[in-house]
């Protein structure tokens, strides 16, 4: 990993300063989103080749890890989209290209509830942290979809950031 990608080494900085004071998981996540509004890399923190993504299925890049945190980018070609989820840590997230529609559930026990949507757009950025994190991500757009993810977890250590995934009846 190197932190000679456009903007990365500024973000990293201040995700160290902000992880290395203790703080509920929430308060930390909101805080992340907070940096992430005014640290927000361009697309071009990825190559060329890495911003183009796989027509079989979004792919993530690991960018940075270390024990507090880990960033991601993931690239979303149109229609692409994940399982409803949670996480094993906290996480903020911003969007550098195009348009992902996050649909959030709640665990009811036999089934998921949707409990809400927003279509995220480019500079838009928001954070969560479990327990009622559970939600799915699709790119809408007909462009591919690019988004920065920070999570409080070193995912040199962990297989993924998903903690779940939910194959229940949506009510």
């Known amino acids: 990993m190197t932190l000679t990608r456009p903007g990365l080494a ?4 201040g995700l160290r300063e902000l992880t290395s004071r203790p703080g509920e998981p929430r308060t930390t996540a909101f805080a992340v989103a907070d940096l992430l509004r005014e640290r927000l890399p361009t697309p071009e923190i990825l ?6 993504g796989d027509p079989e ?10 024990p507090g945190f880990s960033i991601v980018a993931v690239v979303w070609q149109s229609g ?3 399982e409803p989820h949670d996480h094993i840590a906290w ?4 969007v ?5 529609y996050e649909t959030l559930y ?4 036999d089934h998921l509830t949707e409990i809400g949507h927003v279509a995220n757009r480019v500079g838009d950025v928001s954070g969560f942290a479990p327990p009622g994190d559970i939600h799915k991500v699709h790119n809408i757009g007909d462009t591919t979809a690019i988004s920065l993810h920070v999570y ?3 995912l040199s250590v962990e297989p993924s950031s998903v903690r779940r995934t939910y194959d229940l009846p949506i009510r």
Do not use: K, N, S
Request: hydrophobic share 30%; net charge negative; proline share 0%.
């Open 106 to 109: 709640r665990d009811e026990g």
């Open 80 to 82: 692409q989209r994940t």
């Open 91 to 94: 996480c903020a997230f911003g």
């Open 96 to 100: 550098l290209q195009g348009v992902e």
């Open 10 to 13: 500024e973000l990293v900085e």
């Open 57 to 66: 299925t979004y792919v993530r890049h690991t960018l940075h890890t270390e």
């Open 47 to 52: 190559t060329a080749e890495e911003r183009v």
């Open 152 to 154: 409080g977890a070193d």
